[in-house]
């Protein structure tokens, strides 16, 4: 069975940082395509950054500069590095995790940016 675990996320000020992280289990976790979602209140689940097998890094223009994702495929979990984080990056953000025409989603973790 297939599972997604996001953590990381917090109450943090503006300016800060955090790391957020989404370990897989079941999986052979290296051969998938690994993306971050957020969805904000009232709004529609956005794509925030996304890495391929390879690699490959792709981002929404709203965080370019600002964050970050990586993945360790030792450990089958993705990251997303966010610095001078801003109120407008509050959200729930999601992994997912996808091949082809296949696709699973974590449960979210909340991150919150105010003073």
């Known amino acids: 069975q297939v599972q997604l675990v996001e953590s990381g996320g917090g109450l943090v000020q503006p300016g800060g940082s955090l790391r957020l992280s989404c370990t897989a289990s079941g999986i052979f976790f290296s051969a998938y395509a690994m993306d971050w979602y957020r969805q904000a209140p009232g709004k529609q689940r956005e794509l925030v950054a996304g890495i391929t097998s390879s690699s490959s890094t792709n981002y929404a223009d709203s965080v370019k500069g600002r964050f970050t994702i990586s993945r360790d495929n030792g450990k089958n979990t993705v990251y997303l590095q966010m610095n001078s984080l801003k109120p407008d990056d509050t959200a729930v953000y999601y992994c997912?995790?996808?091949?082809?025409?296949?696709?699973?989603w974590g449960q979210g973790t909340q991150v919150i940016v105010s003073s």
């Open positions: 997912k995790m996808r091949r082809n025409l296949a696709y699973w």
